[in-house]
């Protein structure tokens, strides 16, 4: 049974593991209803906002315009999982896609790298940004608390 905990309860513990694990699986739903997973790689800033460099013409472009919501999940760590549940959405700007280039560029490794390895210059149309903001998080370790942050059950 989840324990549910206030928000600052779960940040710091949920940003340590994705920092040190890095790698996620991502969850979207394809356009006939079924869950579709990739391994992503996403940057979360301290107020919990996810980035993702990605393609802007990708499979997740088309899931992601009939169901906006994302389920990530780090699982390298077996008995330490955690998730974040997530909506997203893209934000096309130049200085979104110049800021979050700056954010990987200027990480440590190995969450840091420069996107226009991966994308070419960081004006380039098909260099997508996806933006995550949670509504739950979840923060495991077995055997040990389940611990469990929800928006609709307040901070």
């Known amino acids: 049974m989840p324990e549910y905990?206030?928000?600052?309860?779960v940040r710091q513990?949920?940003?340590?593991?994705?920092?040190r694990v890095v790698w996620c699986s991502v969850s979207t739903v394809d356009t006939?209803?079924?869950?579709?997973?990739?391994?992503l790689h996403p940057?979360?800033?301290p107020d919990l906002t996810g980035w993702i460099g990605t393609w802007r013409d990708s499979p997740k472009a088309k899931h992601l315009a009939g169901n906006p919501y994302v389920s990530v999940a780090y699982i390298a760590e077996v008995f330490k999982p955690c998730y974040a549940e997530c909506i997203a959405e893209w934000d096309d700007s130049l200085e979104t896609k110049q800021r979050v280039h700056e954010l990987f560029k200027n990480a440590p490794a190995p969450m840091g790298y420069d996107t226009t390895q991966i994308f070419g210059a960081v004006d380039n149309p098909r260099f997508g940004i996806l933006k995550l903001k949670p509504?739950?998080?979840e923060v495991s370790t077995f055997p040990g608390p389940h611990v469990?942050?929800?928006?609709?059950r307040g901070e």
């Open 5 to 9: 905990a206030k928000l600052e309860e």
């Open 148 to 152: 469990v942050w929800r928006a609709d």
């Open 135 to 137: 509504y739950q998080l």
């Open 13 to 19: 513990e949920f940003l340590d593991r994705a920092f």
């Open 32 to 39: 006939k209803g079924r869950p579709r997973a990739r391994i």
């Open 43 to 45: 940057y979360w800033e």
